[in-house]
């Protein structure tokens, strides 16, 4: 799962929120393999899903699809996107799918 977080109206606040109390929540969730963030520096071009810049990306990834919907129908996923429009004033984004890796 990747989540695009649109830039919020205080970005500081944002970032201390996530950190602070968003993290804690989320990484209760069990079964994840892993877990990025991506804080962007610069872009270029709009985000159409959020209607503007990308604050955060984050990739949530599990063994299968079956697993990431396991870990989020769980309480600690439950608890996690429960707090999500508590501090994601610039929208957020859920998006599914399967990652592949291409090796170089």
Do not use: C
């Amino acid at each position: 799962m990747t989540i695009l977080y649109g830039r919020p109206d205080d970005p500081a606040e944002f970032d201390r929120y996530y950190r602070e109390v968003h993290l804690p929540i989320a990484e209760k969730m069990r079964g994840l393999t892993g877990w990025n963030l991506t804080w962007t520096d610069d872009q270029v071009g709009d985000s159409p899903a959020i209607g503007g810049p990308v604050h955060l990306v984050v990739d949530l990834l599990a063994e299968s699809a079956e697993a990431m919907d396991a870990i989020l129908a769980s309480p600690e996923g439950q608890a996690a996107s429960a707090d999500v429009p508590n501090f994601a004033t610039g929208g957020a984004v859920f998006l599914r799918g399967t990652q592949e890796q291409v090796d170089v």
